[in-house]
């Protein structure tokens, strides 16, 4: 096993948000997985008129635990593994936003991955520059069996 820890940067705004295409991977992978007819229906039910988002727009980070509410009820799934799903479908996601590459050499082993995911959203940060993402570091590591 392989342990690691996540520590969000401090946040100066009461209001927080989260960019677009973290709404963009909800609604892809939901589409992908349920059907369209499925998220218009959910995205109805949250109280949203457009079916899209503009990735590097802010939207309010409450926005997606209420059309995560409204998922796992209509859809009848456990969230852990909607998001498990989701997050699966995000390297789909980033590579067609053209960040395969830059996932891609993160690292070859999954805690080499963690330890690059600081560096990726710096770079990030050119493109996005209100992210406050967070920061991951391993605290244990265990060998491979």
Request: charged share 25%.
């Amino acid at each position: 096993k392989q342990w690691y820890q996540r520590r969000v940067h401090g946040r100066s705004s009461p209001t927080l948000g989260m960019y677009g295409l973290i709404f963009e991977n909800f609604s892809g992978y939901l589409k992908v997985k349920y059907g369209e007819d499925a998220w218009d229906n959910i995205r109805r039910l949250a109280g949203l008129d457009s079916p899209d988002f503009a990735v590097h727009q802010v939207y309010p980070e409450q926005l997606l635990g209420r059309i995560a509410k409204k998922a796992f009820s209509t859809l009848g799934c456990r969230d852990s593994e909607f998001f498990e799903g989701m997050g699966a479908y995000f390297v789909e996601l980033a590579t067609q936003y053209g960040y395969g590459d830059v996932l891609a050499v993160l690292g070859r082993t999954f805690c080499d991955f963690l330890m690059g995911m600081d560096n990726l959203h710096e770079y990030l940060k050119f493109s996005y520059p209100k992210i406050r993402a967070p920061s991951y570091f391993v605290t244990d590591e265990t060998e491979k069996v």
